[in-house]
């Protein structure tokens, strides 16, 4: 893909088990500064906080929801969340 990840960042997002509040701050901040682009939020409420639901909730204050699609998931249904900076 020619993607390297940063050294900073979790290769697994499950909070509290390969993602802790050190890099949850990480993303937090990174949102808040509208550092990305485009965001792209996998949900899952039967598996709580699997991906960090502050995550969202900060995207959807800082960020355009502008799309919601079914997750690629067989066992637990989910969504994914797609958002967008906010045009100035």
Do not use: C
Not at 6 to 25: D, I, R
Not at 34 to 54: A, V
């Amino acid at each position: 893909f020619g993607f390297t990840p940063k050294v900073n960042q979790p290769l697994w997002y499950h909070l509290g088990v390969g993602m802790f509040s050190k890099e949850l701050a990480y993303f937090e901040q990174k949102i808040e500064g509208n550092y990305y682009d485009i965001i792209l939020f996998e949900n899952i409420p039967e598996l709580n906080n699997f991906f960090p639901f502050r995550i969202s909730e900060l995207a959807k204050e800082k960020y355009d929801l502008v799309d919601t699609f079914p997750a690629p998931r067989m066992i637990y249904d989910g969504t994914i969340e797609v958002y967008v900076r906010k045009k100035k």
